[in-house]
Nanobody, 119 residues
Framework: VQLQASGGGLVQAGGSLRLSCAAS????????VGWFRQAPGKEREFVGA????????YYVDSVQGRFTISRDNAKNTVYLQMNNLKPEDTADYYC?????????????WGQGTQVTVSS
């Protein structure tokens, strides 16, 4: 299942953005989806994940309480709501299907969406 992230942009610190992750081809309602990000000059890091039906989510400590992942399987879309953004959240954001507990990618990496947070 190929996923495509969108919705990035430029926002001031303290602001909010909502990213979308849309599936093409096969439905992805059977799969957990993970969000990852890669800042300039840094390795890609895990941000958070949602299980197949949206009943369970978990996040990396640095975004806990600020980011929320949700999904609408009828629309084949997963969302990443980002609030109280900080300059250190600046990165390219990616989504893909994963194994929920060990975060192992199942799908392939698509094109990310760029988020820039100004101070």
């Amino acid at each position: 299942v190929q996923l495509q992230a969108s919705g990035g942009g430029l926002v001031q610190a303290g602001g909010s953005l909502r990213l979308s992750c849309a599936a093409s081809g096969r439905t992805f309602s059977d799969y957990a989806v993970g969000w990852f990000r890669q800042a300039p000059g840094k390795e890609r890091e895990f941000v958070g994940a949602i299980n197949w039906n949206g009943g369970s989510t978990y996040y990396v400590d640095s975004v806990q309480g600020r980011f929320t992942i949700s999904r609408d399987n009828a629309k084949n879309t997963v969302y990443l709501q980002m609030n109280n953004l900080k300059p250190e959240d600046t990165a390219d954001y990616y989504c893909l299907t994963i194994e929920y507990y060990n975060r192992r990618p199942i799908g392939s990496w698509g094109q990310g969406t760029q988020v820039t947070v100004s101070s």
